[in-house]
T-cell receptor, first 112, second 109 residues
């Protein structure tokens, strides 16, 4: 079975902190994604990566950056956390092109 | 225009009925289509994928795709209370996976 693991299930951070969300997948997938999910807005794509050191902006990249130094790991960085970044963050991975995405368990981030 | 649109619901059906969920997408080049189920507080899980026009059946679930109309649907036959969840439509274009906002389904015993 595909396993996508996010480093934290729940996280509370202070405004202005630099926050790292980590995601690791064990199926040698080329593609990895970061989404945030808010009530009524569904899943919105922040960034995705189709290869090591490659990244593409999604719909809402502002205030976020990503890092993919190894194929299995994709990190989301909140440079200076703000209260409007309080959300559920979901990492996913997939094989190239047409295939489905598999999700991690999610990280519920609260910024106070 | 949103790339992937779904009725947010809530959609309520009685146990044993057919639940019909709909999705439209804006990019004609979209190549693959998926339905995910998400229980409250959990992450999405894949229930159906469809790549070509027509119907695809898997147990109580049938996905329907019409590329000319840019329309994807999911039918759930013999709906059960355990089917109560939010259903997300996803569309893949060149490695870029986009989701609709989801339709909340409630199946009443």
């Amino acid at each position: 079975d595909v396993k996508v693991t996010q480093s934290s299930r729940y996280l509370v951070k202070r405004t202005g902190e630099k926050v790292f969300l980590e995601c690791v997948q064990d199926m040698d997938h080329e593609n990895m994604f970061w989404y945030r999910q808010d009530p009524g807005l569904g899943l919105r794509l922040i960034y995705f990566s189709y290869d090591v050191k490659m990244k593409e902006k999604g719909d809402i990249p502002e205030g976020y950056s990503v890092s993919r130094e190894k194929k299995e790991r994709f990190s989301l960085i909140l440079e200076s956390a703000s209260t409007n970044q309080t959300s559920m963050y979901l990492c996913a991975s997939s094989l190239p092109l047409l295939t489905e995405a598999f999700f991690g368990q999610g990280t519920r981030l609260t910024v106070v | 225009q949103k790339e992937v649109e779904q009725n947010s619901g809530p959609l309520s059906v009685p146990e044993g009925a057919i639940a019909s969920l709909n999705c439209t997408y804006s990019d004609r080049g979209s190549q693959s289509f998926f339905w995910y189920r998400q229980y409250s507080g959990k992450s999405p899980e894949l229930i159906m994928s469809i790549y070509s026009n027509g119907d695809k059946e898997d147990g109580r679930f049938t996905a329907q795709l019409n590329k000319a109309s840019q329309y994807v649907s999911l039918l759930i036959r013999d709906s059960q209370p355990s089917d109560s969840a939010t259903y997300l439509c996803a569309v893949n274009l060149n490695n870029d996976m986009r989701f609709g906002a989801g339709t909340r389904l409630t199946v009443k015993p």
